[in-house]
């Protein structure tokens, strides 16, 4: 089926107002949901051996069209506040504890999961089905589920639950005692290549990290080492020991290939907050290929995909939160990793320019005027906090490339176009007079590459003609 069908038609909502069996201010019916409900409680309690029910051991079976339309409905159903508890009610969710645990339908499962995704954007049916441990550690063991749409909904209804602060706190502590959840997760980001599954996750593992940084460091250590539950294989080869960065790295690679900037947001703030503990930091720049890979990564988004020569300044606004995502990671990886060729300037000149052209796009921002309003001063406000944090990031790597500039390395920015009187005077701009001593040593350099350019600059800023 292309899409979930619509809820039972307007009629029968009539005759259910009238008759007095409609569920809060709905119009639904109370008594067409409990038939619905009986009928899935029968299917799962059934214990006839033939294939065509849900219960057969080895074979995953389709739904019956009719049970299926009818619980799409109630999954379409559950979005209203009424509907969602009244199913709570009437114990529900214990009856998609049996789901979980017999179901050979991938679909009634996903639906299931849905529905109680659905039920949990209300705070407190959020809490009771936060609280009960049986139901978590089923709602869990879907992550390690072969179905795509069942792991979307998992995540989706995973992410709705950490995004109340008392359940999240229930749901941390959970995953904390559940060594699989991380091999799951790292096998769904290594191998999946459904976009729309990888940024669920991906938001699951950023709210995850965000709220807890036991957890994070727990999974940057990779302590857990059980095997991911697979699809039903003969063969005994072992699941390989997953490590986070090398994962969220093909995550990542795949929501790019698609375009997909909400996940590329969210993949690269969870590299962000790796580095905001040592162990992140160690765990980019250790891994086999000394952080290569994420370096050539971040690099080509940052210089060939956002924030282009042919883009308006304004694009800066739009990408300010993910480019001082990879800005940070890029900055860590630079200062910790400066003998490595990779991190060289002989190839990496066009970093220079893709930062002072973030800088010049910056400041063509500031210069746009406000209508003064209250709202357009809060917005103001805020658009100026990311701007001062980009700002920083973006000047803090700067002026350590800077300080490391060959002559040769000027000569070919200069060639290249990276580097010109204007371009560096906006980087000096930002950069004085809190980084001096990185712009002196560049302008030292400059005078041996090309020193009329030197002596312009320095008539610009003085201060640098004076100081040397």
Sequence with gaps: MDRNPSPPSSDAEEEAAVAGDSIGNTVYSKHWLFSVLTKLIEVISSKKSDSSELNNVDVQVDLDEDLENDICKVWDMSMDKDVALFLQEFNAPDIFMGVFAKSKSPRLTEICVGILGNMACCQNICMSISKDENLGQLILQRLCDSDPPTLLETSRLLLTCLCHPEAASVWVERIRGSPSVYDCV?????SSTNVELLVKVGEVVDKLFDLDEELML????NGSRQAVEQPTDDSQEESPDFEIVPCLLE????????NNTEGLDVYMHILQLLTTVDEGIQAI???????????????????NDLCQPDDPPII???QKMVLASILSVLSVIYASQTEKEYVKMEINMPLV????????????????PTDGSKESESEESEKDFHFKILKDI???LLSNIFQELSKE?????????HLNEQKCSCAFQNLLPFYFTSVESFVEVLREADRSLAGALEKRFPSLKLQT
Excluded at 218 to 221: A, T
Excluded at 251 to 258: F, R
Excluded at 285 to 303: A, I, R, S, Y
Excluded at 409 to 417: A, F, M, V
């Design 285 to 303: 720049v250790q891994t086999t290929d000394g952080g290569k890979e994420t370096w050539h990564l971040l690099c080509n988004l940052f210089c």
């Design 218 to 221: 727990n999974w940057i250590k």
């Design 316 to 318: 800066v606004q739009e």
């Design 251 to 258: 995550a990542a690679k795949q929501v790019c290939s698609d």
């Design 394 to 396: 973006c000047c803090e």
């Design 353 to 368: 320019g893709s930062l002072i052209r973030v800088l010049q796009n910056m400041e063509e921002c500031g210069k746009r």
């Design 409 to 417: 390395n000027i000569l070919e920015g200069l060639k290249q176009g």
């Design 186 to 190: 790292c096998f769904i980001m290594s």
